[in-house]
């Protein structure tokens, strides 16, 4: 399904006269052009994903057998069920279906280690980061059966990530969402203070795709990084609200701290955000990729 990254030529980046200078020289320009194209290519994967039927999806044959494809940012050493099997990118589709436990080893011995289903007949694929700026982040992406209709499962670290798909939100995860018929799909999942998580996959009639991800985090030394005109501008991590029960299950976030001001979007009861400021009768939260307003009524402090 093409998540397999193929290694690099052993000349790439070298020219014919070059090898006649120092081998010492030679060897480490190879290994770092090396490290230059795979480093690309993974950032790429990392950002967007495409997944196509003809590979996500195997062909039965009357022979019960799963897929796995494990890719990850930097190559790792690749293990299942405890035995060494390779080095990512990994890929194969002769595995039997069930239970089995893989692990991912850096050479710097950073490790992520989970026992994951293998589905009859459907590939799954790992895809992990370890050169995050705080922490490691990545997702895993594989399909179930459900009978006719086609859905996706959404489940994220932090929850309530907002999930868009084809530039509508379609809930807060961890998500089921269904009935979204066949073909490409732009996933978009977003939190305050987290990396986007843009997905471009296929729909298959009769499958429900699961997707189940550790975002990236945007955090560093304390601070949530804004987009602003100065790249240097940050926010501090502040004090958090709930809302309430408001009568309606939704209440509005409008862009000024006035009842006549523009809508937004809209958040429930039960939900979390960051605030920045308020005053008497509004508080101004961080809301996805932006700021709001939300009246005062409706929401409690939960921290300092």
Known sequence: MGVGVPPSP?????????TKGDSGALEGKIKYNRRIEMKMRIKRL?????????????SACGVERSGLEVVSNPIAK??????????????????????????????????WEREIRLEKNVSTVINWNFEGDDSDSGYILSMERTGEASGILINTQPQRASINIGGEIKGYSPAKIE??????????????GY???HLIVKMVKGYQLVVDAKMASEIVNN???????????TLQVGPKIRIKETGTGWLRVREEANNSAPEIGKVKPGEIYEYMSSDTEWYLIKYLNETGW????????ISE
């Open 78 to 111: 690749v293990y299942l069920d405890g035995k060494e099997i390779g080095r990512s990118p990994y890929k194969s589709n002769n595995l039997k279906p069930g239970a089995i436990i893989v692990k991912i080893l850096t050479d710097e011995g950073k490790v």
């Open 10 to 18: 052993v000349g790439f980046g070298v020219t014919k006269d070059e």
């Open 294 to 301: 939300v009246s005062a009524k409706y929401v409690e402090k």
């Open 223 to 233: 601070s949530v990084v804004i987009p602003e005109t100065s790249p240097s501008a």
């Open 46 to 58: 990392i950002m967007i994903i495409s997944l196509f039927g003809a590979g996500w999806l195997l």
């Open 195 to 197: 990396k986007n998580l």
């Open 179 to 192: 009935e979204l018929g066949e073909g490409d799909k732009e996933v978009t999942i977003a939190y305050p």
